[in-house]
């Protein structure tokens, strides 16, 4: 057990759709990061809040937000949803920077029919 | 940009046997870390092995070694007396030193340890 916890695990919505995924970082862990998992793309860091603030930015599409809460925990917003925003989307968190290393939820499947 | 390569999108490997899985990656950076991530089909991603890139030695945990060539930019992963529980995807990534940026993954390679 990591420690970071994701709800919901499995979501089944329909295309246009809006969806919220929530993320509880380890306990004291500042940062979070969001990943997609899809077949062909591999993990892809979409983007990272440190202490309530957006931090860095990756291939995150603009139908997507994210934001950290005071109590540090994160939720992914998914909107306009397509077939091809379905995958695996992972949370991570990690405590200071000084070992690199990040704590994995277990993942929430998202699937878009 | 940094990248990250496994250029093994599956591997085989019979049970108690070695194997090796290869990355490489691009980087400017001279401080960084390395990483092996183990995803099984639990799908939980866990953590196998970390190398910090300003150590000579290569980091080893139990039947999970690395073989680390900071000039070639090259980080392979042993596992040896290979386990059926070992059947998983791994991905190599990179994140620079002290950055507390995301890591960069690989695109992973698919691992089955058959009997």
């Known amino acids: 057990d990591s420690g970071v916890t994701q709800t919901p695990k499995h979501l089944i919505t329909a295309t246009g759709q809006r969806v919220t995924l929530r993320c509880s970082p380890r306990?004291?862990?500042?940062?979070v990061y969001w990943y997609q998992q899809s077949l062909d793309q591999g993990l892809q860091f979409l983007i990272q809040?440190?202490?309530?603030?957006?931090?860095a930015k990756g291939n995150i599409l603009e139908r997507f937000s994210a934001q950290q809460f005071p109590d540090l925990h994160s939720e992914l917003n998914l909107s306009s949803l397509e077939l091809g925003d379905s995958a695996l989307y992972f949370c991570?968190?990690?405590?200071?920077?000084?070992?690199?290393?990040?704590?994995f939820g277990e993942g929430s499947r998202l699937t878009v029919l | 940009a940094q990248t990250v390569t496994q250029s093994q999108p599956e591997m085989s490997v019979q049970e108690a046997e070695t194997v090796t899985l290869s990355c490489t990656y691009d980087t400017s950076e001279n401080n960084y870390y390395l990483f092996w991530y183990k995803q099984p089909p639990s799908r939980q991603m866990i953590l196998v092995i970390r190398?910090?890139?300003?150590?000579?030695q290569n980091a080893t945990e139990n039947r999970f070694s690395v073989n680390f060539q900071k000039a070639a930019k090259s980080f392979s992963l042993k596992i040896s007396d290979s386990q059926l529980g070992d059947t998983a995807m791994y991905f190599c990534a990179f994140t620079p030193s002290n950055s507390g940026y995301a890591l960069n993954f690989g695109k992973g390679t698919s691992l089955l340890v058959t009997p």
């Open positions: 306990s004291g862990d500042l940062s």
């Open positions: 190398q910090e890139a300003y150590k000579q």
């Open positions: 809040y440190y202490n309530g603030e957006e931090r």
């Open positions: 991570a968190s990690s405590g200071d920077f000084d070992t690199g290393e990040l704590f």
